[in-house]
C-alpha cells in the first residue's frame, strides 16, 4: 500500500488545513522537540482505525481536538484524511473504481468519530480491514515509533507472530477468522437458549395436558358446588324472610316515635314564629344606633383633617411671607442699578435714529442708479435677443438644408444599390422557377399514399375488434381462476391450521392415546367423546402405565335394549375397544336415553348425538361442551374431508388454469397482429407524410417564388420612383442653400451685442450690491433699536 498525502484539520497541533505529500522515495520531516512531528504518526495511526485514547497520548479521545492557545479559540472538530494510491487497482471490490482512495475520519466534540471511504460514510471496522488486507494499520508493527525497536526485539512470540503474519501478507484473514468466531460462539449460544426453550416448551405442553384433565374434573365438581350454593342460597333466603319480620315489626315502633316527635317540633316552630315577630322592632332600633354612632364619627374625622388642612396653610403662608420681603429688598437694588443703563441705552438710541435719517438721501440715489442701469440692460438685451434670433434661425435653416441634401444623397445611394440588388433577384428568381418540380405528379404520389395508409387503418380496426373480444374473454377466464384459487387457497389453511392443531401434542407423546388411532362417523364425534371421556387418552402400549389391553367378547355380556343401534356401528376403532364399543348404545335424544335408563344392564351405557348419558348404575350427564378427544375426532374427519376438497378444487384450478392459457395465447396472438398492423399504419404515415410534404414544399415552393417575383417587380417600381424623387428634392435642398444670409456678418452683430450686454450687466451688479448694502446696514440699526428697545423695558 501507498501513501500519497496526507491532510490534517484542527487535529492536536495542526489547526490550519495542513497537507504533507509523501512522494516517491524517501520522505522526512526534521524539526525540534515539541513542533508536531509524533502527531502526524498520531494522526495516520488514528485515520487507520486507532481507538484507544492512551495510544493517542491523550486523557480522552476529545483531546486530540485543537484545544486553544492564548491567541487561538479552541476547534470543535477534528478531521484527518488520508490518500492511498490504487492505480494498480489492487484495492477491494467496494472501492476499485478509482486511481485514488481517500479514508476520511472526522471527529466532533462529545459527538464521536465518523469513517468515510471516498467521500462515503463507512465503519471502522471497514477502515480496519481495509488497512488489514494490505499488511498495515493503526498497530500495525511497521509503524516504527520511538522505542518501538526495542521493543520488536524484546517482544513476546505472540507479539513476534502478529509480525510475521503481517509480513506474510495475512492479518487481514485473521481478522476476519476472528469475527468469524465470534459468530460461531453467538450461534452456538442461540442453539443452547433454543434446546432450553424447547424443553422448556416441552414441559409447559405436558402441565398443559395436565390442567386439560383436571379441567374435566372441574366440570363435575363445579355441578356439584353449584347444587350446594342453590341449598345455602334457600337456606339463607329463609333467613332473610324471619329477619323481615322483625325489621316490619321496629319499623312501627319507629314510626310512632316519628309521630311523638313531629309533634314537639310543631310546638317549636309555634314559638319560633312568635319571637320572630317582636325581632324586626330590634333590628330596626339597632340600625338607628348604628346610623347616629356612624355620622357622629364621620364629623370627627372631617373636624380633625380640617384642622390639619388650617395649620398646613397657616406655615405655608408664613414661608411666603419670608419669601416676599426677600424679593422686595432685590428689587429695590436693581431699580438702583438700572438707572445707569436706562442712560447708555438712550444716548445710543438717539444716535441709531440719526444715522437712519441721514440715510434716506443716500438710498433715494442708489435707487435711481441701480433703476438706470437696469433700463440700460433690459435694451442691451432685447438687441442681443434680436441677433441671437437671427443668428439661430439662419444657422437652424443651413442646417436643416445641409441634412436634407446629405440624407438625399444617402437615400439616392442607397435605392440605387436597392434597384440592382432587386434586378439581381429578380433574375435569380427565374432561374429557380423553371428549376421546380412538377407539383401534379407530387400530388399523384399523396394520393396513393393515402390510400394505402386508408387500407391499414381499416385492417388495424379489425385486429381491435378481435384483440377486445380476446381481453373480454381472457377476463371472464381470469374470474374463476381467482375464484379457484381463493377457494383452493381457503381450503388448504384450514387443513394445514387442523393438522397443525391435530401434531400440536404428537411430538413429544411416548405412548400415543388410542383416539389417534379411531375414525368416526361425521356427526358422531361428540356422543363418543362424551361416552368415552377421559378413557380416549389411554394408549395401548402395554408398557404404559394404563393403558387398553385386548379383551375378546364374551357371550355372557348382556345386549343392549331392544331399539338401540350400537355406538359401534358408527365407530371404526381398534380390537382393544370393541368389547367397551359393544356396550354404548346411541339412542335418539334424552328423553329416549331416560326411559331406557332403568333396564340397563351392568357395564351398559347410552348416549345421544349431542353428548347426553346414562350410565348402568344410575349416573346421568347432561349434554355439556364437546370434549377435547370429540374435538379432536371431529377434526381429523374434517381433515379428511378437507383432503378431498383439495382434490377437487385443484382440478377446477387447473382446468380455468387451461381455458385462461388458451385465453391469454388468442389475446397475445392478437396483440402481435395488432403490432404489425401498427408497424405498417407507421410506415403508411410515414409515407404519407413524406408525400404531402413534398407536395407541401413543391406547392409552397413554386407559390413563394411566384409571389417574390410580383412583390420584387412591384418593390422595384417603387424604388424607382422614390429614387425620382429623392433626386429633385436634392436639387431644390441645393438651391435654397445658396440663398441663405452669410453667418460671419451675423457673428460679428452677435459679438458687438454681447459686450454691450456684459459692460450693462456690470454696472447693475455695481449699483445693486451698494443699494443691497445700505439696506443691510439700515436693517441692522433697526433691529438694535428694536433690542434697545427690549432691553429697557426689560430693566424697567
Known sequence: MKFNKLRVLGFKSFVEPTEFFIEPGLTGVVGPNGCGKSNLVEAMRWVMGENSYKNMRASGMDDVIFSGSGNRPARNTAEVGLYLDNSDRTAPAAFNDTDEIQVTRRIERESGSVYRINGKEARAKDVQLLFADASTGARSPSMVGQGRIGELIQAKPQARRQLLEEAAGISGLHSRRHEAELRLRAAETNLERLDDVTSELESQVESLKRQARQANRFKILSAEVRQAEATLLHLRWSLAKSQEGEAESAL???????????????????????????????????AAAAAALQRLQIARTQIDEEAERIARRREELDRRLAQLKADIEREERLIADNAGIMQRLSEEEADLRLALDGSGDRSAALKAAFEAAQARLTESEASLGIVTAERAEAAAERSQLDRVIREAGDRKARLERQIASQDADLAGLAQRIAGLPDPAAKRQESEAAEKALADAEAALTRIEASLEAARTAEAAARQPVTEAKAKLNAIETEAKTIARMLNAGQGSDLFPPVV???????GYETALGAALGDDLDLPLDPAAPAHWAMM????????????VTPLSTHVRAPQELARRLAQIGLVADADHGRALHAVLKPGQRLVTRDGAIFRWDGYVASADAPTPAALRLEQKNRLAELDAEVVEATKTLRQAEEMLAGSEAAVAARAAEGRTARDLIRDASRNVSRARDELASAERASGELASRRAVLTESRAQVGAQLAETISALEEAAEALKACPDLSELDAALTQVNAEVATDRGALAEARAAHEGLERENQARARR????????KSWT
Not at 389417534?516 to 361425521?522: A, L, P, S, T, Y
Not at 375378546?552 to 331399539?563: E, K, T
Not at 433699536?785 to 429697557?792: G, K, N, Q, T, V
Open 252 to 286: 312501627a315502633q319507629a314510626t310512632s316515635l316519628v309521630a311523638e316527635l313531629a309533634q314537639a317540633q310543631m310546638e317549636a316552630a309555634k314559638n319560633q314564629a312568635i319571637a320572630s315577630l317582636k325581632l324586626p322592632e330590634l333590628r330596626d332600633a339597632e
Open 552 to 563: 375378546r367378547a364374551d357371550s355372557a355380556d348382556p345386549a343392549l335394549p331392544d331399539g
Open 516 to 522: 389417534e388411532k379411531i375414525k368416526v362417523d361425521r
Open 785 to 792: 433699536l428694536d433690542a434697545i428697545a427690549s432691553e429697557r
